[in-house]
């Protein structure tokens, strides 16, 4: 995704990680073929945007250890790819950007105030502009991520004493982006545990971003999402969408797919990577690794 490249560029990590509630998965990008996955005992890491997401430091420091072992003093860059629910996406719209980065960071930062859970003068926020259609006509679309500076330093600690040096931090469903065919109206709809995230796309560009937490990931509890996702692209974008992409539902994208593809009259289909069929715990990882392939 040509139009996300800002959020994923930094000097080439060696490592790449992907956390979740259910365990870390890693790949060494030179070896991007290795991927392997550590499953967490519960509680290690709850997943928040405003709490302390990794309750149990050292377990997490024992899993980096063993999946990936010093090698001396040689200095190690790793990506880190963290569950979407610590972090809030969102599309902002302006009628003008200014050319100036620190104007340009002083309002997303103002237009983000009001919407995340979190003091955003001291959260970490990246942003790209989107590219302009049509549609959008004059005005300036920007794709915005922010996480708490408390919480992305509680991801990097336990990294950086296993000798690491994180260079590069983002979000499971940005990164799954990756692997994606976008072209006219798309949707990303991501599973993972208790978290349902929905990307609406039309082209490169990202539309819509909602990331809910469900009580159940059961069908009713999906499509209570998915039904106003779709009543928006008919109002908003006053089309349907030609694909929905499914990421982390296993199994169940065979009895969902169908249903949903009568339902609403589009493909649906588990998104797909070179490395193999990505899973709730590694669409990120297995993003990432496309785009530095």
């Not at 994180?166 to 799954?176: E, F, N």
């Not at 692997?179 to 490169?204: F, N």
Request: some cysteine; charged content about 20%; glycine content about 6%.
């Amino acid at each position: 995704m040509n139009s996300l490249a800002n959020l994923l560029k930094d000097p080439p990590p060696t490592h790449a990680f992907e956390l979740s509630e259910e365990g870390i998965s890693f790949a060494p990008v030179s070896g991007s073929a290795l991927v392997e996955f550590a499953r967490f005992e519960p509680g290690v890491v709850l997943v928040s945007p405003i709490h302390e997401n990794i309750q149990q430091p050292h377990v997490l420091l024992d899993h980096i250890g063993k999946l990936a072992p010093a090698n001396g003093h040689r200095k190690r860059r790793a990506a880190l790819i963290l569950p979407d629910y610590c972090a809030r996406i969102a599309v902002l719209d302006f009628d003008t950007f200014p050319s100036d980065p620190e104007e340009q960071q002083a309002l997303v930062r103002f237009r983000l105030k009001k919407s995340v859970p979190f003091e955003v003068d001291t959260a970490m926020v990246s942003y790209v502009e989107q590219p302009r259609s049509a549609a959008t006509g004059p005005k300036v679309e920007i794709l915005a991520a922010v996480m708490s500076s408390e919480i992305v330093q509680q991801y990097e600690a336990p990294f950086r004493t296993a000798g690491f040096q994180p260079g590069l931090v983002t979000t499971s469903s940005i990164a799954a982006l990756n692997l994606l065919e976008s072209d006219g109206i798309t949707l990303l709809v991501k599973l993972s545990g208790r978290i349902l995230t929905v990307l609406v796309l039309s082209g490169s560009a990202v539309k819509l971003a909602r990331c809910v937490e469900m009580d159940e990931a059961g069908v009713s509890d999906i499509e209570s999402v998915l039904h106003p996702t779709i009543a928006y692209i008919e109002d908003e974008l006053k089309s349907r969408p030609q694909m929905v992409w499914l990421a982390g539902f296993g199994a169940e994208a065979d009895e969902f797919a169908p249903r949903w593809e009568s339902e609403w009259g589009v493909a649906v289909q588990p998104i797909r990577s070179r490395l193999g069929a990505p899973n709730r715990n590694n669409s990120g990882l297995l993003g990432y690794l496309e785009s530095v392939a």
